[in-house]
């Protein structure tokens, strides 16, 4: 099972990014799957997840500004980085919640934000 992000980059403040992570290996629609950040020197953050059924949850740093989304189609969840702030420069991680199995993260993709 692997999952790969995507759609970093480099961002003004108050600009806007779509993240991808596509997961191959296994069916995503069964799984929590979520979305993570880190910054050098700092623990690792969730930021948004969403659950098999739809539940959505988002941390308090991102929350109105953060769209979490998936298409199980495509094996594929979303995030929509919306009003982006320096702060928010980091590495996002994505990972697939295998319940007992644990977690499987993907190598990530940075966001900066910067003007």
């Known amino acids: 099972i692997q999952v790969v992000e995507s759609g970093g980059g480099l961002v003004q403040p108050g600009g806007s990014l779509r993240l991808s992570c596509t997961a191959s290996?296994?069916?995503?629609?069964?799984?929590?799957m979520r979305w993570h950040r880190q910054t050098p020197g700092k623990r690792r953050e969730q930021v948004a997840s969403?659950?098999?059924?739809?539940?959505?949850n988002y941390s308090d740093s991102v929350k109105g500004r953060f769209t979490i989304h998936r298409d199980n189609a495509k094996n594929t969840v979303y995030l929509e980085l919306n009003t982006l702030k320096p702060e928010d420069t980091a590495v996002y991680y994505c990972?697939?919640?295998?319940?007992?199995?644990?977690?499987?993260w993907g190598q990530g993709t940075q966001v900066t934000v910067s003007s």
């Open positions: 990972s697939i919640d295998l319940r007992a199995a644990g977690l499987i």
């Open positions: 290996g296994t069916d995503i629609s069964a799984y929590t």
């Open positions: 969403i659950s098999s059924i739809g539940n959505i």
